[in-house]
């Protein structure tokens, strides 16, 4: 998954709201959002290369509350490992343990450094974490996030990428509208790419670059693949409405 925006204890009727969308070679094979057959108190989709998935929720009937989790990649295709474990698997382990967040982002800390880089985030209805095994200089990093509306792509948590500022902002109007449901995925659909002055360097060559800039992007053999949208809830289920694209 490639963008995701978020408000944390923001909206009174939810404690987390969050829209992504994911981006992925066509190729790779996927199931979309469904309750599990090994663990069926997880709705996410599945990666079927790697196992794990790129957002989910978890809740068990007769438990107050829910769990999220979602990853993102960190784009550093200098320091790509070609033998590294799947990073689906963190969300889905989480999703499927009865550990806190602060317990499992101190559990897989020790391992994070044979994966390739990666963003995490790990939940319930009272803490919410970000952990990076590439944002250990950022005072949030591993750390329960404060109240607030934040954007994540493929950097660390809401580097002013174009699309992530760009997003960011029109989430928050929309919450402050109480906008429907509809206008979270028109939001996401947006094939707008960012202007050359403003796109990141990160290693990749500048079409590549212009390519991904855009919040929902758009090519022959990769692109964005499903948009997502949860809300988590203090009591109750969670809701998790996905839209497949390809």
């Known amino acids: 998954m490639c963008l995701?925006?978020?408000?944390?204890?923001?909206?009174?009727?939810?404690?987390l709201i969050a829209a992504s969308n994911r981006d992925e070679f066509y190729a790779r094979p996927a199931l979309p959002a469904h309750h599990w057959e090994d663990h069926p108190e997880i709705y996410a989709g599945r990666d079927l290369e790697g196992g794990g998935t790129w957002l989910g929720v978890a809740h068990e009937a007769g438990r107050k509350g829910s769990r999220f989790a979602a990853l993102t990649n960190v784009r550093m295709p200098h320091l790509m490992k070609e033998n590294a474990p799947?990073?689906?698997?963190?969300?889905?382990d989480y999703l499927a343990s009865s550990l806190t967040p602060e317990e499992y982002i101190r559990e897989i800390r020790?391992?994070?450094?044979?994966?390739n880089g990666f963003n995490l985030l790990v939940g319930d209805s009272e803490t919410l974490i970000w952990y990076s095994n590439f944002g250990m200089m950022n005072p949030q990093n591993g750390l329960p996030l404060k109240p607030g509306i934040y954007g994540l792509s493929n950097a660390l948590l809401n580097d002013p990428w174009p699309k992530v500022v760009r997003t960011r902002a029109q989430f928050a109007c929309l919450l402050g509208i109480n906008a429907p449901e509809e206008a979270y995925f028109e939001m996401l659909s947006d094939t707008t790419k960012a202007p050359d002055r403003l796109l990141p360097r990160t290693g990749v060559s500048h079409e590549w670059e212009k390519l991904l800039s855009a919040v929902c992007i758009e090519s022959p053999d990769y692109g964005t693949r499903a948009s997502t949208l949860v809300e988590l809830?203090?009591?109750g289920p969670p809701v998790l409405h996905e839209r497949v694209i390809r």
């Open 110 to 115: 020790r391992e994070s450094y044979h994966y």
């Open 233 to 235: 809830y203090n009591d």
């Open 4 to 15: 995701i925006v978020f408000a944390w204890q923001v909206m009174p009727s939810a404690p």
């Open 86 to 92: 799947t990073r689906g698997l963190l969300v889905s």
